[in-house]
């Protein structure tokens, strides 16, 4: 199982980490990828690393601001946000990819999926 935190309201040009945690079996045995969707749109590809670690990708709308990044020790995939803009409110979902090498940003390769957390971008 898969749970995301670290959501919430932010102000326009701020950050957030947000967290995900696997219970029940090693993130790293996985590739993690963080989507994002707001409503009445598709579920869209934010960024995603593979099982090793040794490939990360960034969708372009956050290249330069977004950072993803494993924790093994913890069992733990972050996803670091800076200079958060009001486009990127929405839920985000952290999921696993069973194909360990890849690395990309289409949902339909992952199969298990978190609830998600809100990420407000607001003044």
């Known amino acids: 199982q898969l749970l995301e935190s670290g959501g919430g309201l932010v102000q326009p040009g701020g950050s957030l980490r947000l967290a995900c945690a696997g219970s029940?079996?090693?993130?790293?045995?996985?590739?993690i990828g963080w989507f994002r969707q707001v409503p009445g749109k598709e579920r869209e590809g934010v960024s995603c690393?593979?099982?090793?670690?040794?490939?990360?990708n960034n969708a372009n709308s956050v290249k330069g601001r977004f950072t993803i990044s494993r924790d093994s020790a913890k069992n733990m995939v972050y996803l670091q946000m800076n200079s958060l803009q009001p486009g990127d409110t929405a839920v985000y979902y952290c999921?696993?990819?069973?194909?360990?090498?890849?690395?990309?940003?289409?949902?339909?390769?992952?199969?298990?999926w978190g609830p998600g957390t809100q990420v407000t971008v607001s003044s």
């Open positions: 999921a696993t990819d069973p194909w360990v090498r890849r690395c990309d940003l289409w949902p339909g390769n992952y199969d298990s």
């Open positions: 029940g079996d090693r993130l790293d045995h996985y590739g």
């Open positions: 690393i593979s099982s090793i670690g040794d490939r990360t």
